[in-house]
């Protein structure tokens, strides 16, 4: 085991401790799940609107920029990129970890301490930045990759990993996540769990995992 998971426990801890200035001292009520996309369209409803949650997005970013990265692309191994990802589907993950639907030992806590308008404006802000992983390089292992994810992921998650409002972007994103998140769905002992990508995960080979993971690395 690496030291990273204590190091980056430590830090969540002594964040969330630093900064209770601008976090809620009582969090507002969840927003509800028939509401989500409604507050998203409002808060990028004309190009003003958009430019001001974002830039208050980005401010109250600050909190997460040591694991997402500033401009939302991770700068840690098993931590997904936020950059470029549905706004929706990033507002429906921050609800879930706010009222334990999604559970992980860095995000829970400090979700829960966030108000209602700052989720929806981090949200808006990562959506608008653009994913900038490595991407592999192993040819083959993209080919086959291309293969898999076209026979098995294209009908939900889009013939470019675009996902929509309630499926996950793929596209660009961080090979250890991607492997890391689909072991979460195939194991009973995951906190992370999904009807759907339960039983698509468990149909996955242990070699079509990786091969898929650099094909999405090379999609834009
Ligand atoms: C200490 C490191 C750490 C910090 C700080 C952190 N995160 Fe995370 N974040 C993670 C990890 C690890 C995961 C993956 C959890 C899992 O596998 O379920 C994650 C997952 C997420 C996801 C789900 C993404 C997806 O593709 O499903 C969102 C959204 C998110 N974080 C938002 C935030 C926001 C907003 C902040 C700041 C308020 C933040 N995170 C701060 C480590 C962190
Ligand atoms: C029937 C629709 C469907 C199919 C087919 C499907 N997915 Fe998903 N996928 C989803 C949904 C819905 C989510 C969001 C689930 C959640 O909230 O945890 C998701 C989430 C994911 C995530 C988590 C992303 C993140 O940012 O945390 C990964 C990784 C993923 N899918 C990979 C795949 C791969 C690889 C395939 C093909 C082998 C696939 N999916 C096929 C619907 C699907």
Redesign the pocket.
């Known amino acids: 085991m690496s030291k990273q998971p204590t190091t980056r426990l430590a830090l969540a801890l002594a964040l969330s401790l630093s900064t209770g200035a601008v976090l809620a001292k009582t969090p507002s009520a969840a927003i509800p799940p028939a509401e989500y996309e409604s507050h998203i369209q409002q808060a990028m409803s004309d190009s003003k609107t958009l430019a001001t949650t974002a830039h208050a997005g980005k401010r109250a970013a600050f909190l997460c920029l040591y694991c997402h990265g500033e401009d939302g692309n991770s700068v840690q191994e098993n931590i997904?990129n936020l950059s470029g990802q549905n706004p929706v589907y990033l507002l429906?993950?921050i609800e879930k970890f706010g009222d334990g639907r999604r559970n992980d030992e860095f995000m829970s806590g400090l979700i829960k301490a966030l108000k209602s308008e700052d989720r929806i404006n981090m949200a808006v802000y990562y959506s608008t930045m653009r994913p900038n992983t490595p991407i592999s390089k192993d040819a083959a292992l993209v080919a086959k990759g291309k293969q898999?994810?076209q026979a098995?992921?294209i009908?939900?998650?889009g013939p470019k990993g675009h996902g929509n409002n309630?499926?996950?972007r793929?596209a660009g994103?961080r090979i250890s996540y991607?492997t890391e998140?689909?072991g979460k769905y195939r194991s009973s002992k995951s906190p992370?769990t999904?009807p759907?990508?339960t039983t698509?995960a468990r149909s996955?080979s242990h070699s079509d995992i990786p091969a898929?993971a650099a094909y999405l690395s090379t999609l834009k």
Do not use: E, F, N, S
Request: charged fraction near 10%.
């Open positions: 997904p429906t993950q898999r994810y098995t992921c009908g939900c998650h309630t499926i996950a793929l994103q991607i998140a689909l992370r999904d759907v990508m698509v996955l898929i």
